[in-house]
T-cell receptor
Framework: GQSLEQPSEVTAVEGAIVQINCTYQ??????LSWYQQHDGGAPTFLSY????GLEETGRFSSFLSRSDSYGYLLLQELQMKDSASYFC??????????FGPGTRLSVLP | GAVVSQHPSRVICKSGTSVKIECRSL??????MFWYRQFPKQSLMLMAT?????????EQGVEKDKFLINHASLTLSTLTVTSAHPEDSSFYIC?????????????FGSGTQLSVL
């Protein structure tokens, strides 16, 4: 079947670094994406890994290991505004995107 | 970046009525749009893939006669919730993939909060 797993909640303090892991199981996989969603808002794109390795975009980085069916999102220099839900999603044969259950990040002062 | 506009943002309706939600790609052509449903503090569940000029592809368990999808042009897809009932109350979000070099990225509308009384 198709599925993704993420931790349900993560808590960290301002200025810290946090890593949100994502494991997936699927028969069709083109790449892994990460999205941020604030309460009441729409998801916004953060990062995409089509190949193994690390992608860096400002304070956010994402990593993919296809052989391990595993990826993570790394958030550095955490800010209060980073408090949100974070979803990993895989590109399913290029046809659609399947989203993980989401990780709720709380950043404390 | 690409912009997806979704209207209305909030709808309150009586049970048994139909509600239409519009999703427009404003600065790009979207041959494919996706409709998701999200319950509070849960994930985005793909309902259907809307294809311009052809029938939508529905995910397993989604009633195609209840959730009518029309993708009449390269910039507009509509979702109509027919004979809505309280259990249909949810956050509905459309998204599209820019067919260009940002193909791996989904752009989302702002969502529609549907409340059925």
């Amino acid at each position: 079947g198709q599925s993704l797993e993420q931790p349900s909640e993560v808590t960290a303090v301002e200025g810290a670094i946090v890593q949100i892991n994502c494991t997936y199981q699927t028969s069709g996989f083109y790449g892994l994406s990460w999205y941020q969603q604030h309460d009441g808002g729409a998801p916004t794109f953060l990062s995409y890994n089509g190949l193994d390795g690390l992608e860096e975009t400002g304070r956010f980085s994402s990593f993919l290991s296809r052989s391990d069916s595993y990826g993570y999102l790394l958030l550095q220099e955490l800010q209060m505004k980073d408090s949100a839900s974070y979803f990993c999603a895989y590109d399913n044969y290029g046809q659609n995107f399947v989203f993980g259950p989401g990780t709720r990040l709380s950043v404390l002062p | 970046g690409a912009v997806v506009s979704q209207h209305p943002s909030r709808v309150i309706c009586k049970s048994g009525t139909s509600v239409k939600i519009e999703c427009r790609s404003l600065d790009f052509q979207a041959t494919t749009m996706f409709w998701y449903r999200q319950f509070p503090k849960q994930s985005l569940m793909l309902m259907a893939t809307s294809n311009e000029g052809s029938k939508a592809t529905y995910e397993q368990g989604v009633e195609k006669d209840k959730f009518l999808i029309n993708h009449a042009s390269l910039t507009l897809s509509t979702l109509t919730v027919t004979s809505a009932h309280p259990e249909d109350s949810s956050f509905y979000i459309c998204s599209a993939r820019d067919g260009g070099r940002t193909n791996e990225k989904l752009f989302f509308g702002s969502g529609t909060q549907l409340s059925v009384l």
